[in-house]
């Protein structure tokens, strides 16, 4: 069974950078399929940041792109999330999940992590 | 960006009703649509892919239909457990999710 858990700080302060990290168990990230990042503000709807390849082939949402870095760690079974300047509109919990193709859909989803900006 | 626009935003219904969610895409995605279920502090759930295509493990009371621009999803008997947010999602050149409908209990 594949399993996602995403981890890192629940707490950023305005301006810096937010980064978190999605461990893969149950299937080898090296095998193929898309690693995605989504996103979900307090009592909102979903929006899709970027997703890799196994590769490391990325792609990322245009309205975020110039802020985010998505990249992966195949001896680790993991990915990660960097989202730089950040501010209050990007707290959200994040999701991080398994994707066909760069997302089409996306099957196998963390928990979801609580990231608050806030100083 | 393509969007994606879902009615109604919220429905009452009750066990046993047949349920149908519409999701309207500002231009054409032939099949590419998926729909989701959500749970309160939940991660979502894939229910239907590829427009029509039921998920492993997902009750066939699930099911969808449309392509180009108009889709739905339909439960046909709802169940106490389908009270939930269902999300749709497309995928053209980047994914892109509607605005959610909240299914409550009438």
């Known amino acids: 069974q594949v399993q996602l858990q995403e981890s890192g700080p629940g707490l950023v302060k305005p301006s810096e950078t937010l980064s978190l990290t999605c461990a893969v168990s149950g299937y080898s990230i090296s095998s193929g399929y898309y690693w995605g990042w989504i996103r979900q503000p307090p009592g909102k709807g979903l929006e899709w940041i970027g997703s890799i390849y196994h590769s490391g082939s990325t792609y990322y949402n245009p309205s975020l792109k110039s802020r985010v870095t998505i990249s992966v760690d195949t001896s680790k079974n993991q990915f990660s999330l960097k989202l730089s300047s950040v501010t209050a509109a990007d707290t959200a919990v994040y999701y991080c999940?398994?994707?066909?193709?760069?997302?089409?859909?996306?099957?196998?989803w963390g928990q979801g992590t609580l990231v608050t900006v806030s100083s | 960006a393509i969007q994606l626009t879902q009615s109604p935003s919220s429905l009452s219904a009750s066990v046993g009703d047949r349920v149908t969610i519409t999701c309207r895409a500002s231009q054409g995605i032939s099949s590419a649509l998926a729909w989701y279920q959500q749970k309160p502090g939940k991660a979502p759930k894939l229910l239907i892919y590829d427009a029509s295509s039921l998920e492993s493990g997902v009750p066939s009371r699930f099911s969808g239909s449309g392509s180009g621009t108009d889709f739905t999803l339909t439960i046909s008997s709802l169940q106490p457990e389908d009270f939930a947010t269902y999300y749709c999602?497309?995928?053209?050149?980047?994914?892109?999710f509607g605005q959610g409908t909240k299914l409550e209990i009438k």
């Open positions: 999602q497309q995928f053209n050149s980047y994914p892109t």
């Open positions: 999940a398994r994707a066909y193709g760069s997302g089409r859909r996306f099957d196998y």
